[in-house]
C-alpha cells in the first residue's frame, strides 16, 4: 500500500495531496468518494492505498472530467462514475451503504482555467461560459447580458467581495447596450479600463470573474447542500476532507464544522442550558501548503484543507 508521502500518481499535481491523502485516513477495504473528480488526482491517490475490497466513487459536472473517470473506471474494477453535483451524492444509490470518506476539492481546476473555451480565465481569452457542465443552467454571458444593474451588483458584492461591485455593474449595463458581451476579453477588458491596472499582481477582474463563476455554478448552494450529505452518509468514523480557495468557502465549511463539533457559548439567561452533543470532531484546522508546495505550484497558496471525522451519536443509528 503506498504511503500518503509518496509521489503523486500522475503528472498533474494535486493541491495539498499528501495532507489529503493522510486526512482521509485510507481504509484498504474502504469507500470513499471524490465529490470533485477533475483529472483524477486525488482519485488516483485514494485507489493507491485501497486494497481489492475497496470502492471508489467518483463525481463531477465536468463531461471532460467524467470522460477521464470512464477511463479510469474502464481500467479498475473498484471505482464507480456519476455526473453530477456532490449535492446530489446522497441520490446514488452506491452511496447508501455508508462512506468512509469523502473529499470535496473546490472551486475551478487548472485543466478548466487552462483551457481558453471554456470560458473561466480572464488570462486566456475565449467564450464567455464559465459552467462547469457547458449543457446546464445560465452561461456568464446569458447573466451578465441579461441581469439588471442591481442583480449583478449584489452577485459580486457577495461572491466576490468586489468593493467596486456598483461602479462594475454600472459598467457593464452600458457596454452591453453597445454590444452585448460574448468573449471573456471583452468583460476583462471593460473592468480593467474602469478599474486600471492596478500593481499588476491582481489582474483587476479577478473577483468579478469569480463572482460570476460562482453564481452560474450556485456553488455556495452546492457546497452547503453537498456537506450535510457527506454528513449523513459518512460511517461512523468516516472522514470528510475539504479544500477551499476562497474566503466564502472556507467560511461555510469551518462554520459546519464547528457547529457540529463544539459547544455554542453558554447562555446565562437560558431557563434550560441545552445539552450538546458533538457530531463531528475537527481533526485538523485549517491546513496550508507548505513552502515546498508553494514553490511548485503557485496555485496552492489560497488553498485551505479542513478534515473532520464523523462521531457517534447516543440514540442515532451509526
Known amino acids: 500500500m503506498a504511503s500518503a508521502s509518496a509521489a503523486p500518481p500522475s503528472q498533474h499535481v494535486p493541491v495539498l495531496w499528501a495532507p489529503v491523502l493522510d486526512g482521509l485516513a485510507v481504509k484498504p477495504a474502504g469507500t470513499y468518494l471524490d465529490g470533485t473528480f477533475g483529472r483524477g488526482g486525488h482519485a488516483r491517490g485514494v485507489l493507491a492505498q485501497l486494497g481489492p475490497e475497496g470502492r471508489l466513487l467518483v463525481m463531477d459536472k465536468d463531461p471532460e472530467a467524467i470522460r477521464v473517470a470512464n477511463a479510469l473506471a474502464a481500467d479498475d474494477a473498484r471505482v464507480r462514475v456519476r455526473q453530477a453535483s456532490f449535492a446530489t451524492l446522497g441520490e446514488w444509490p452506491e452511496a447508501a451503504g455508508g462512506l468512509d470518506g469523502v473529499l470535496f476539492d473546490l472551486g475551478v481546476s487548472s485543466p478548466q482555467l487552462d483551457e481558453a473555451a471554456r470560458g473561466f480565465s480572464f488570462r486566456n481569452d475565449g467564450p464567455l461560459d464559465?459552467?462547469?457542465?457547458?449543457?446546464?443552467?445560465?452561461?456568464?454571458?446569458e447573466f451578465v447580458n441579461t441581469a439588471d444593474e442591481a442583480e449583478i451588483a449584489r452577485v459580486l458584492w457577495v461572491h466576490g467581495e468586489e468593493r467596486q461591485s456598483r461602479r462594475i455593474a454600472k459598467a457593464i449595463v452600458a457596454r452591453r447596450a453597445e454590444r452585448l458581451f460574448e468573449r471573456t476579453g471583452d468583460l476583462a477588458d471593460v473592468i480593467a479600463k474602469l478599474l486600471g491596472r492596478g500593481d499588476g499582481k491582481t489582474h483587476p477582474a479577478t473577483r468579478s470573474f469569480q463572482?460570476?463563476?460562482?453564481?452560474?455554478?450556485?456553488?455556495?448552494?452546492?457546497?452547503?447542500?453537498?456537506?450535510?450529505?457527506?454528513?449523513?452518509?459518512?460511517?461512523?468514523?468516516?472522514?470528510?476532507?475539504?479544500?477551499?480557495?476562497?474566503?466564502?468557502?472556507?467560511?461555510?465549511?469551518?462554520?459546519?464544522?464547528?457547529?457540529?463539533?463544539?459547544?455554542?457559548?453558554?447562555?446565562?439567561?437560558?431557563?434550560?442550558?441545552?445539552?450538546?452533543?458533538?457530531?463531528?470532531?475537527?481533526?485538523?484546522?485549517?491546513?496550508?501548503?507548505?513552502?515546498?508546495?508553494?514553490?511548485?505550484?503557485?496555485?496552492?497558496?489560497?488553498?485551505?484543507?479542513?478534515?473532520?471525522?464523523?462521531?457517534?451519536?447516543?440514540?442515532?443509528?451509526?
Open 130 to 141: 464559465m459552467r462547469m457542465d457547458p449543457t446546464q443552467g445560465m452561461s456568464a454571458a
Open 211 to 318: 463572482a460570476i463563476r460562482i453564481h452560474v455554478n450556485a456553488e455556495l448552494d452546492d457546497l452547503i447542500v453537498g456537506l450535510e450529505a457527506a454528513e449523513r452518509a459518512l460511517k461512523v468514523g468516516g472522514r470528510l476532507a475539504v479544500i477551499s480557495f476562497h474566503s466564502l468557502e472556507d467560511r461555510i465549511t469551518k462554520q459546519f464544522i464547528n457547529e457540529r463539533a463544539k459547544a455554542p457559548p453558554s447562555n446565562r439567561r437560558a431557563v434550560v442550558e441545552v445539552a450538546f452533543t458533538p457530531r463531528l470532531r475537527d481533526v485538523s484546522g485549517a491546513i496550508k501548503a507548505d513552502e515546498t508546495e508553494l514553490a511548485a505550484n503557485p496555485r496552492s497558496r489560497s488553498a485551505v484543507l479542513r478534515v473532520a471525522e464523523k462521531l457517534a451519536v447516543p440514540g442515532v443509528a451509526a
